[in-house]
C-alpha cells in the first residue's frame, strides 16, 4: 500500500510516520528530510532551498517533485510508501498521481491530522534537540532534565525554522491550502482525518486499525 500522511508543520507527521513504517514494513518519503539533506549538502540547490525555508515560504511544486520521484522509480519500493509532507496543494496531489501512475502505482490512503494552531505554535516554538545525543525536548510538554550533562541547556539546539513567526506563516500557508485537497482526495474516497491532539497511543490505536483494515 501507499500512503499520505498530511497536516501542518508541527502536526506530528514524522512521529506517526516513524510508527507506520515499523509497523507496516513500509518506507517514508519526507519532504521535510529530503528538502534538509540537500541543505546540508550545501549545493546550489540547497542553498536556495534553505533561503526559501528560512523566510516561511514552501519550495516549488518541480523540485519536490523531481526528489520525490528518485524513490518512486526504485522497483524495491513498489507500493511500500508513506509520504510524509507532500503533497500540499492540488497540483502536488495531482503530480503525485501522475508520478505513481508511471510506475503502475496509486494511493491507497489518506490521513490527515487535524490540530489547531495555538497547540502547533506550542509544539514549535517549544521544540530543541540535545546535539550530543539527538533526543528532542519541548519546554512545554518535554521539558529537557535540570541535572543532566548530556542534555544541559547549552547543548539544545533550535533548527533555524523553529521560530514563532515561521510556524504561523507556515500554519496560514498550510491552511490556505489545505481545503481543496481535502476535497481532491474525498472525490476518490481516500481521506481519513485523525484527531491530532490526541496522545501518541491513542493515534496509534486509530491508525492501525484503518491501515488494518485496507490490508485485509
Not at 494511493?107 to 545525543?133: F, H, Y
Not at 512545554?140 to 525554522?161: G, V, W
Not at 490526541?198 to 491501515?211: G, H, K, Q, R, V
Amino acid at each position: 500500500m501507499n500512503l499520505v500522511i498530511f497536516g501542518p508543520p508541527g502536526a506530528g507527521k514524522g512521529t506517526q510516520s516513524d510508527f507506520i513504517v515499523k509497523k507496516f514494513k513500509l518506507f517514508q518519503i519526507s519532504t521535510g528530510e529530503l528538502l534538509r539533506s540537500e541543505i546540508k549538502n550545501k549545493s546550489e540547490l540547497g542553498i536556495n532551498i534553505s533561503t526559501t525555508m528560512n523566510s516561511g515560504q514552501l519550495v516549488s511544486d518541480e523540485i519536490v517533485g523531481n526528489l520525490i520521484k528518485k524513490f518512486v522509480s526504485n522497483i524495491k519500493y513498489k507500493n511500500r510508501f508513506i509520504f510524509d509532507g507532500f503533497p500540499r496543494n492540488i497540483l502536488q496531489a495531482e503530480n503525485l498521481n501522475h508520478i505513481l501512475k508511471q510506475y503502475d502505482q496509486k494511493i491507497s490512503l489518506v490521513l490527515k491530522l487535524s490540530v489547531s494552531l495555538e497547540l502547533i505554535k506550542k509544539r514549535i516554538s517549544g521544540r530543541s534537540v540535545c546535539s550530543l545525543c539527538g533526543k528532542i525536548y519541548n519546554e512545554f510538554f518535554n521539558p529537557a532534565p535540570i541535572n543532566s550533562d548530556c542534555c544541559a541547556s547549552k547543548y539544545l539546539q533550535k533548527r533555524s525554522d523553529d521560530t514563532l513567526d515561521i510556524a504561523v506563516k507556515r500554519y496560514q500557508t498550510y491552511e490556505k491550502n489545505i481545503e481543496p485537497l481535502i476535497n481532491f482526495y474525498k472525490k476518490f474516497n481516500l481521506l481519513k482525518v485523525i484527531n491530532g491532539e490526541a496522545t501518541i497511543p491513542e493515534i496509534n490505536d486509530e491508525i492501525s486499525y484503518l491501515l488494518e483494515s485496507i490490508k485485509g
